[in-house]
């Protein structure tokens, strides 16, 4: 079953296209990983999945119409848009009375549990919290609601790498199983890499790739070419090639690991790398976003 | 959108949406209207704080209370009124005073603010409508504020008639002279028909108004609700020299006055002089509401589509 399905979702600015027909298809269970640089996008797209924006075309989220019934959806989806929107003159005991007072899903004893392994204080207000304690709090709220479908649009940005990590660890040991399904979009690839099920690039509005991570982990490859080996190497038809420890290093799609090995030492590439060269590829544009 | 898609996908996914404990509407309203509170403190703070003032000028007042019951007893029955009731009505009048500039600055903010702080995302990522939250800041300047403003000024009038009764049966003057004078009930009564009439029913364009503006303003909501009706006006002098925009914006300031009280000066017993049912025939009544309806119904919208700044 689909949690997220969008066709032909189209959403302007004006004269600026923001998304420019996508098709899409989440099915129940993954995480996805929605990558692409400043202004691609992601968050045009997140906010469309999440009743905040009108749009255009065929977007249906656990079955229903985000832009129409975003509250009745909101029972069933969370999303941590970014780390500073929780009001700041609210009480850490107040959070967690609204959200216990508005959300039938909610589990208070399982969010206390949470906030327990923090330093945050029940009488605290958000204002007086690091930021990293916001986080931490917005976490602790968010996965106390049993919910099916969760959205993090830059979850981490901002933050420290020792929350960054414990953020997504937490994500993955505490919150996910096989019946919630994961949207993140960030900036920060190599951190999410192994947290996927699922990777999508998007850029100007357009999915330029879309696959899941075993098929990322068994069609491509890069190879760190043995200088002698370069002009063989060339002819294979690399998507992308760039520079790295004086040598040059290739990415191939598709080709067997074996014929690969002989020109030099083999891996699988990072999603970053990956992102670089589909982006070049894709529109000229060899620099930027994957960070 | 498609209705028929909808229809399938609901068989679907109910059963399972179902099953958790439903939360009305009504809890919704309630835990919206809480977070107003929790936000806006001035609410009950300033009310409290005008009515802490008003007590403390009134209670510095007493130690002459005695010496004026004796001045007030060679007047005749009118006047001796007016006086005994004088601060009674000056405190109510602050009270009256603080609850209008609490409510129009809070209008002003209330839609505003979630905007420019971010928090409407955390605040939409929640199973609350657009329309229970408006609701919910809506009945702040019409039900709260006008309740809570009755409810302290009553309990301020109250303190004061316990505190000079026990001043006057201590220097040995008639308590009972006193309270013939000052009659709480009434002074209740009336209280509660002025903020119905004047402060919720007649000015609640003004309210709307405002709520709109905040819903719609990116910055600088105070200046957009006040400087584009002036605008007009201006304009319509300019070009026209007639002023009937500005009658038309005055009428919601005084309320509408017109209807409220039967004409004449107020005679001993006030509360023969109300006229409610003038009042609520009054066309200009019936279009203020109309007009208050649409500009909420256009800040619910608004708030569907307004994202933070």
């Known amino acids: 079953m689909a949690c997220i399905e969008a066709r032909g979702l189209r959403k302007a600015f004006g004269t600026t296209i923001a998304l420019d027909g996508i098709d899409l298809r989440v099915e129940e269970g993954r995480i996805l990983g929605l990558i692409g640089p400043n202004g691609a996008g992601k968050t045009t797209a997140l906010n469309a999945i999440l009743g905040l924006t009108p749009y255009q075309g065929e977007l249906r989220v656990l079955g229903r119409d985000p832009w129409s019934e975003r509250d009745q959806l909101m029972r069933d989806v969370c999303f941590i848009a970014d780390v500073a929107v929780l009001p700041r003159w609210i009480r850490v005991s107040q959070a967690l009375d609204y959200v216990a007072g508005v959300h039938p899903r909610f589990d208070r004893a399982k969010a206390e549990g949470f906030l327990a392994k923090t330093t945050i204080r029940r009488t605290s207000k958000v204002r007086e919290l690091s930021k990293g304690m916001v986080t931490q709090l917005h976490l602790a709220l968010v996965m106390a609601i049993d919910a099916r479908l969760l959205v993090l649009d830059e979850p981490t940005l901002g933050l420290d790498i020792l929350y960054r990590k414990q953020f997504y660890d937490s994500l993955l040991n505490d919150y996910f199983d096989r019946n919630r399904t994961v949207v993140v979009a960030t900036h920060q690839v190599d951190e999410i890499q192994h947290v996927l099920t699922d990777v999508m690039f998007i850029d100007r509005g357009r999915i330029v790739f879309a696959r899941s991570m075993e098929e990322v982990e068994s069609r491509y490859r890069e190879v760190m070419v043995n200088p002698d080996k370069l002009a063989a190497a060339r002819a294979l038809k690399p998507i992308q090639e760039r520079q790295g420890f004086g040598r040059s290093i290739l990415l191939f799609d598709g080709l067997d690991r074996a014929q690969l090995a002989t020109l030099g030492e083999v891996r699988t590439p990072s999603i970053a790398d990956l992102f670089v060269a589909v982006m070049s590829n894709h529109a000229g544009r060899a620099q930027g976003a994957a960070q | ?309």
């Open chain 2, 1 to 309: 959108m498609n209705t028929q898609a909808n229809a399938t996908s609901e068989s679907y996914f109910d059963p399972q949406a179902s099953a958790p404990a439903a939360i009305s509407a009504a809890q919704r309203l309630y835990w919206a209207l809480r977070r107003e509170l929790w936000e806006n403190r001035s609410i009950y703070i300033a009310p409290l704080a005008a009515a802490g003032v008003a007590l403390f000028g009134f209670l510095l007042t007493l130690i002459h209370l005695p010496e004026k019951m004796r001045a007030a007893a060679a007047l005749d029955p009118m006047q001796q009124h007016e006086r005994i009731e004088q601060p009674f009505d000056a405190a109510a009048a602050l009270l009256m005073g603080t609850f209008l500039i609490v409510g129009m600055f809070y209008c002003v903010e209330a839609l505003q603010r979630e905007r420019r702080d971010r928090s409407i995302l955390f605040w939409k990522s929640l199973p609350v409508s657009d329309l229970t939250t408006v609701a919910a800041k809506v009945s702040i300047p019409f039900v709260v504020l006008p309740l809570l403003t009755f409810a302290i000024t009553f309990a301020t009038q109250l303190i004061m008639l316990l505190a000079s009764s026990a001043v006057l049966a201590g220097s040995g003057l008639s308590v009972a002279t006193y309270w013939a004078q000052v009659s709480l009930l009434q002074m209740s009564l009336l209280l509660l028909y002025h903020l119905m009439t004047v402060h919720v029913l007649g000015s609640a364009p003004i309210y709307g108004w405002l709520l709109l503006v905040s819903a719609w303003a990116r910055r600088a909501a105070f200046l957009w609700a006040v400087l584009p009706p002036l605008a007009i006006c201006t304009l319509e002098k300019l070009l026209f020299n007639t002023a009937h925009f500005a009658a038309f914006l005055g009428q919601f300031f005084t309320g509408g006055t017109e209807g409220l009280y039967a004409p004449g000066t107020m005679p001993m017993d006030p509360m023969t002089h109300l006229t409610p049912g003038k009042f609520l025939s009054t066309p200009g009544l019936w279009i203020g509401l109309a007009i208050t309806a649409a500009f909420l119904a256009a800040a619910v919208r608004l708030r569907r589509y307004r994202g933070p700044m």
